[in-house]
T-cell receptor
Framework: DADVTQTPRNRITKTGKRIMLECSQT?????MYWYRQDPGLGLRLIYYSFDVKDINKGEISDGYSVSRQAQAKFSLSLESAIPNQTALYFC?????????????FGPGTRLTVL | QKEVEQNSGPLSVPEGAIASLNCTYSDRGSQSFFWYRQYSGKSPELIMS????GDKEDGRFTAQLNKASQYVSLLIRDSQPSDSATYLC???????????FGTGTRLLVSP
């Protein structure tokens, strides 16, 4: 089984809809991250969490919210989706006790907002 | 100025050749550096990490770091068509274990 899983893997939705992307990990890592990837712009950090009680905004958090339900689960929500949120979304994890800045990525969610 | 810069490519090399991928970064206090490989539509996969000046080798891959010149490179020896992918450079500029990614260099290895 994969260490970092994301659901759904693909999603097509309409403008204005609320969408939740979920990330689960079995690596036992305490740190989790959400990125989006757009062609030509690379990976950009949306939110990150260093433990269940710690949530931090990244460089592009507007229009997004997150929830860290447990050490192993980190969800990203788009409250009212808009077309320019069409992108590939990745969850990543890292381990403070090990190599805290070495991040491991989930398989990604391809989101299309019509 | 972007914090982490890479040539977008594509970099084309024949099978068996050495591929050289370069990355420059702007924050002189950066302490850790990573190379990820990403196949089209897939997630980034960690190849190498490097923390000290000099070379670090792992199989066909060698990472090179020069903090004085603020660049990090990745050499791929005996390139194979399966190495064709986008290579992302990532840098921790220091502080809170966040990574800043370059936009990646696309590598094409022709048989």
């Amino acid at each position: 089984d994969a260490d970092v899983t994301q659901t759904p893997r693909n999603r097509i939705t309409k403008t204005g809809k609320r969408i939740m992307l979920e990330c689960s990990q079995t690596k036992g890592h305490d740190r989790m991250y959400w990125y989006r990837q757009d062609p030509g712009l690379g990976l950009r950090l949306i939110y990150y969490s260093f433990d269940v009680k710690d949530i931090n905004k990244g460089e592009i958090s507007d229009g997004y919210s997150v929830s860290r339900q447990a050490q192993a689960k980190f969800s990203l929500s788009l409250e009212s989706a808009i077309p320019n949120q069409t992108a590939l979304y990745f969850c990543a994890t890292s381990d403070f006790a090990g190599a805290p800045d070495t991040q491991y990525f989930g398989p990604g969610t391809r989101l299309t907002v019509l | 100025q972007k914090e982490v810069e890479q040539n977008s490519g594509p970099l084309s090399v024949p099978e068996g050749a050495i591929a050289s991928l370069n990355c420059t970064y702007s924050d002189r206090g950066s302490q850790s550096f990573f190379w990820y490989r990403q196949y089209s539509g897939k997630s980034p996969e960690l190849i190498m990490s490097i923390y000290s000046n000099g070379d670090k080798e792992d199989g066909r891959f060698t990472a090179q770091l020069n903090k004085a010149s603020q660049y990090v490179s990745l050499l791929i020896r005996d390139s194979q068509p399966s190495d064709s992918a986008t290579y992302l450079c990532a840098v921790n500029p220091g502080g809170f274990q966040k990574l800043v990614f370059g936009t990646g260099t696309r590598l094409l290895v022709s048989p």
